[in-house]
């Protein structure tokens, strides 16, 4: 059975010496020292690679086609004319890779949302020029989620493209993971995994997402789609609950908020091989509407396949996440 995963990440080494440079003159002290944590990460991991050697690892795990995105230190943070350049120069990085591989690769756009317009542009040159099926956002930009009016352009576009939008978590504000966090008796190395991948950015991530349905915005944009990951970042196993205390007599929408999620959000596993987490999410969202990922090459499994393959769904079911639904809505 093919096998594509959607939430594949990579960084260049050349897009981030520019973007260390511009960021880290404009960052707190502590938001400055994670970011020059990464640089082992990015001279010691597969991450920079696109080619020989993740295509190797995407062999071994059963992997045929990546969907790749940008990963940390995402272009798309900076202000908006270093970010402009910067974001063009990762497509086109990503772009020229594809080339050499077409049938094992493809991409995501990294957009400068500091400039809507701008960003919409690009994610118009990556779709129609660079071949892209989509566009991934790393987080919120400068403290404000992308439900706000002045990010419209971006969605906007998307939707004129029939290309959906990824919501991939990002750090949480400063302010926000120093409150719920941070204590005199959680270690800082502890506080700052607690804050991240370990829980903190997945609820914001999760909030993010929440945020766009109670916006209208699929009111306005009948055939946006989005795409958010880790089994939906905690939502759908909160659909009741959500229904019953934010009602359409609330919100002013036309109908419960699961309804909407189940319509217009795609949810991926994010590497995350637990039934516990799987189960709950696919009968929640429905088959149709889950599409496999590896989060290569942050998590590393042998297993990403075999995983799938053992779940307790049908034949059926499993093509359409193994493959099917990632072609159809990625027109793959």
């Not at 640089?39 to 295509?55: Q, T």
């Not at 914001?204 to 795409?227: E, V, W, Y």
């Not at 990922?293 to 079911?317: G, T």
């Amino acid at each position: 059975m093919k096998l594509i995963t959607i939430e594949e990440h990579y960084m260049s080494k050349t897009v981030n010496e520019t973007y260390m440079r511009v960021m880290t003159q404009i960052v707190s002290p502590a938001v400055r020292a994670r970011l020059e944590g990464l640089k082992g990460f990015l001279a010691n991991s597969a991450i920079s690679d696109l080619d020989g050697v993740r295509i190797a690892a995407m062999d071994k795990q059963g992997v045929d086609m990546q969907v790749i995105s940008y990963g940390n230190n995402n272009p798309m943070d900076l202000p908006a004319d270093a970010a402009i350049p910067l974001c063009r120069q990762a497509n086109d990085e990503l772009a020229a890779a594809i080339r050499c591989h077409p049938a094992r690769f493809a991409g995501y756009a990294a957009l400068p949302v500091g400039d809507p317009k701008a960003a919409a542009d690009e994610l118009s040159r990556a779709v129609n020029e660079l071949g892209f099926v989509g566009v991934s956002l790393n987080g919120s930009y400068n403290g404000r989620f992308f439900d706000e009016p002045e990010f419209f352009p971006i969605f906007q576009q998307a939707e004129k493209l029939d290309v959906p939008v990824y919501f991939h978590p990002g750090f949480p504000n400063e302010k926000v993971a120093d409150y719920y966090y941070k204590g005199e008796n959680i270690p800082q190395e502890v506080s700052t995994v607690f804050a991240s991948y370990g829980y903190g950015w997945h609820v914001d991530a999760g909030i993010h997402m929440m945020r766009m349905i109670l916006s209208g915005i699929f009111d306005k944009l009948p055939n946006l789609k989005l795409i958010t990951g880790h089994w939906g970042e905690l939502v759908p196993y909160y659909f009741d609950r959500i229904d019953e205390m934010i009602p359409e007599a609330t919100t002013g929408l036309d109908r419960p908020f699961s309804e909407i999620y189940r319509e217009h959000v795609y949810i991926t596993p994010s590497g995350i091989a637990s039934r516990n987490s799987a189960m709950p999410a696919i009968n929640g969202m429905g088959a149709d509407h889950v599409l496999w990922s590896h989060d290569f090459p942050y998590v590393k499994r042998d297993n990403v396949r075999d995983f799938l393959m053992d779940l307790p769904i049908s034949q059926e079911e499993k093509e359409r996440v193994a493959y099917k639904n990632a072609e159809t809505l990625l027109g793959l």
